[in-house]
T-cell receptor, first 113, second 113 residues
């Protein structure tokens, strides 16, 4: 069964460093999303992406964040200058063709020291 | 988005049915009711969705009240693998079916052996 994959599974970085989180959505899906979940808190929407541009973004998704689909398969989230409060699980998702079901990846745990 | 209310936690015995309630008294006529779950240390996973009629799939059943102000996710025979946080989410079709999901706190289901 096709699945969304994410790399790395765990990323440790120093405050102020740039990180790139990578996702490979399911191949024939067209809508992509990033969510994050701070430990013990709710899953929060960050950004949605369609047709090579951002569809919607939340207040969390400020100028430090950017997304890109550099080729036909990868979907990346870049945090330009990480802060301690960026420590969280980051989940990528893609939307099934019938638009009923979002498929989530296993997540990347980002730890900012 | 219309709000949902779920109990913080529930317990069930293994191999017994589980009924997870969700109240959504401000639901609008075009809101679909979606359920997702999040197993420990994993990304959310789609379970089921419906509009007015009860729905069944291989994972669960969804019972929707006649006035649509509440719904119940039914796991017919809970297993230890069903221990997860279950989220009831309303998705307004009028805003576009590709819209992001808004997660609440969900119900933490504990399955006792």
């Amino acid at each position: 069964e096709p699945e969304v994959t994410q790399t790395p599974s765990h990323q440790v970085t120093q405050m102020g460093q740039e990180v790139i989180l990578r996702c490979v959505p399911i191949s024939n899906h067209l809508y992509f999303y990033w969510y994050r979940q701070i430990l013990g808190q709710k899953v929060e929407f960050l950004v949605s992406f369609y047709n090579n541009e951002i569809s919607e973004k939340s207040e969390i998704f400020d100028d430090q964040f950017s997304v890109e689909r550099p080729d036909g398969s990868n979907f990346t989230l870049k945090i330009r200058s990480t802060k301690l409060e960026d420590s969280a699980m980051y989940f990528c998702a893609s939307l099934g063709l019938r638009h009923n079901e979002q498929f989530f990846g296993p997540g990347t745990r980002l730890t900012v020291l | 988005d219309a709000k949902t209310t779920q109990p913080n936690s529930m317990e069930s015995n293994e191999e017994e049915p589980v009924h997870l309630p969700c109240n959504h008294s401000t639901i609008s006529g075009t809101d679909y009711i979606h359920w997702y779950r999040q197993l420990p240390s994993q990304g959310p996973e789609y379970v089921i969705h419906g509009l007015t009629s009860n729905v069944n799939n291989r994972m669960a059943s969804l019972a929707i009240a006649e006035d649509r102000k509440s719904s119940t996710l039914i796991l017919h025979r809970a297993t230890l693998r069903d221990a997860a946080v279950y989220y009831c989410i309303l998705r307004p079709i009028s805003s576009g079916s590709a819209r992001q999901l808004t997660f609440g706190s969900g119900t933490q289901l504990t399955v006792l052996p």
